[in-house]
């Protein structure tokens, strides 16, 4: 007999459960497991059809290099690379893009967001960020752009490299910071040191970007009490102007399982799930009282009005997504699919002068609804009216079930058409989006 909606989320809302190995954050929808080599045809498809009018462009370039790979790091990232293969790689990343530029998907347009992650964007030199962005720029003018957004480590940036990163046009700064603490920095394997934080910081603020925002992570190895709460104070001393806090989780391809799995452990050495939720909710109600408002179930911003972050907004409304680089993931009017998982392959496959695609899946009309359901439902806030307007569906009565579930255990309620999850809720959010996966997805490996 299937479970009940009641039973699912008895299931899902567990609390206080040791931390196992596996992906829980939802970052997309439906499962990657989902995507297959054999869907690649589909994304030839819709390259060669025109993107209908209002539909926001975004690219994203995945730069794969660091100076150390961290513990708890499930990402594509290298360590090994020298500065000519670092060129070359820029260089093929380019030749992509030029291909892109050419469709009729893309040619023409210009892109309301550029974003580029990693690894390690600020890992490169000035000469070679300068390069990128000459070759990006010429390919696709960003001067319509509302967001760059640059992910940085702290111990990379000098004053002449943020001088450098401001003047590709960069207005979201995000600072990797994860810890405050010297001695988890180094057990988790983080390259920088505490003191290169605040260095960084303090260069970035006299160069004057609009918006810089602080990563942290809650629940790494060896983290107490008191370690969190002189995070929090670290915070409130540099009043960055975003925060955003993730809770730890121990992925199948990172240094820390395989340890575990050497040690014949099934429990991460990290806090558990109730622990490490109590701490992002007194990071949020600390910065709250300090004015900050939070906006998602990982961020925190001092001015609502002026602090956006357009990158993860456009992309949970359907925009365009063309993510360039080895391993990056697209989106493309409903179709998802992800670039070759490796080095060699990626520069091979640019070099034939082929898209470097390795796996994809083409969604329904029903997925894509449920995709920017469960992704706007990370946004603590849910327009009725966005939904009806855009898929014709009422979310109130299609999931029915499930928000009377949420709204029975306090963690939402309905107020002025918008659907409106508690703190609580949003501290247990990506396990509750689960509950809104259609069947044949409920149970699926996520990465």
Known sequence: MPATTAEIFDRLLADGDETTAGNYFVANYPPFSFWKPTLIPRVCEVIETLSPEGTALGVYFHIPFCRKRCHFCYFRVYTDKNAEEIKGYIENGMRELEMYARTPRIAGRKPKFVYFGGGTPSYLSVAQLTMLTERMKAALPWDEAEEIAFEAEPGTLTEQKLEAIRAMGVTRLSLGVENFDRHI?????????????????????????????????????????????????????????????????????????????????LVAPVA?????????????????????TVTSATTAVRDPQKTKFVYRDELWKGADLLGLGVAS???????????????????????????????????????????????????????????????????????????????????????????????????????ILHAFFLPQHQNARYT
């Open 185 to 265: 920095l180094e057990v988790n394997g983080r390259a920088h040191k505490e003191d290169e934080i605040y260095r960084a910081y303090s260069y970035a603020r006299k160069i004057g970007f609009p918006q810089i925002n602080i990563d942290l992570i809650a629940g790494m190895v060896e983290e107490t009490d008191e370690n969190w709460k002189r995070n929090i104070a670290k915070l409130l001393e540099l009043l960055p102007d975003c925060v955003t806090i993730y809770q730890m989780e121990v992925p199948f391809n990172t240094g820390i399982f395989k340890q575990m799995q050497s040690e014949g452990k």
């Open 272 to 292: 558990d799930w109730h622990t490490k939720r109590r701490w992002v909710n007194e990071a949020f109600t600390a910065l709250e009282e300090a004015g900050y």
């Open 329 to 431: 993931f697209s989106h493309l009017g409903g179709v998802h699919f992800q670039n070759l998982p490796d080095f060699e392959s990626y520069t091979a496959a640019v070099q034939k002068g082929e898209l470097p695609i390795g796996r994809a899946l083409e969604t329904t009309v029903e997925e894509r609804f449920i995709r920017e359901l469960i992704l706007q439902l990370k946004l603590g806030r849910v327009s009725l009216a966005y939904f009806t307007g855009k898929f014709g569906v009422n979310v109130t009565e299609r999931f029915s079930a499930q928000f009377a579930e949420l709204a029975r255990r306090g963690l939402m309620r309905e107020q002025d058409g918008w659907l409106v999850l508690t703190r609580e809720a949003l501290l247990k959010i990506d396990v």
